[in-house]
């Protein structure tokens, strides 16, 4: 990897964090030649500390480490992005981000529908909230809405009418969520097992 650190006087490049996983940022730090080289070795990422004036192991006093498992550089050869596993909370104040935000799974769109399912859920307005009259109604109901959309689904797949075919995915796929959560899962617990799976 032809990395550039002489592109700055003080030989040092940004180095953006990033959970493996969650794809998560979690925070910029800074690298010399020196820094890189020992993350590299240890597979500990290492910084060079500017309060400091030396190279800095993330993790060293907290034992909050992070763990390299990969490293990418940029178009222009000067700055890093590497990804991560972190060993617990990543900043100093003991938030997950340098911005305080939480280090989870999100599928964007999916998993804030998964929030709305939630709060209807919890706020229980069953004569305002379709979701909500279905948790009312307990999880025998819920499953068989799951297998009522399931077979509109089949039906659909044999006709050529894709607009009908996509509008009953969706149904299922609302469905499916609000029993996952009424069994006390989430889509994350099924890509989970999915993940197991494979080879």
Not at 20 to 46: D, F, H, P, R, W
Not at 130 to 140: M, Q, R, T
Not at 141 to 157: F, L, T
Request: hydrophobic fraction near 35%; include cysteine; charge should be negative.
């Amino acid at each position: 990897m032809n990395i550039d650190f002489s592109k700055n006087t003080d030989g040092l490049i940004p180095a953006i964090i990033q959970d493996s996983e969650t794809k998560t940022v979690l925070m910029l730090g800074y690298m010399n030649a020196e820094a890189y080289q020992k993350t590299i070795e240890t597979k500990k990422v290492t910084f060079y500390s500017r309060s400091k004036q030396r190279l800095w192991t993330k993790g060293e006093e907290s034992g909050n480490f992070l763990n390299l498992i990969d490293i990418k550089n940029d178009c222009d050869d000067d700055t890093l992005l590497i990804q991560v596993k972190p060993d617990g909370p990543t900043c100093h104040k003991g938030t997950d981000t340098c911005w305080g935000t939480e280090n989870k799974l999100d599928y964007g769109f999916i998993s804030n529908l998964e929030d709305t399912i939630k709060t209807r859920r919890e706020n229980a307005d069953s004569e305002k909230s379709y979701v909500a009259s279905l948790f009312e109604l307990g999880i025998n109901k819920i499953a068989q809405k799951v297998g009522e959309e399931a077979i509109e689904v089949v039906i659909e797949a044999k006709d050529d009418n894709d607009d009908l075919f996509l509008s009953e995915s969706a149904d299922l796929l609302f469905h499916y969520l609000i029993l996952l959560q009424a069994k006390g899962f989430q889509i994350n617990d099924v890509i989970d097992v999915l993940k197991s799976r494979q080879k």
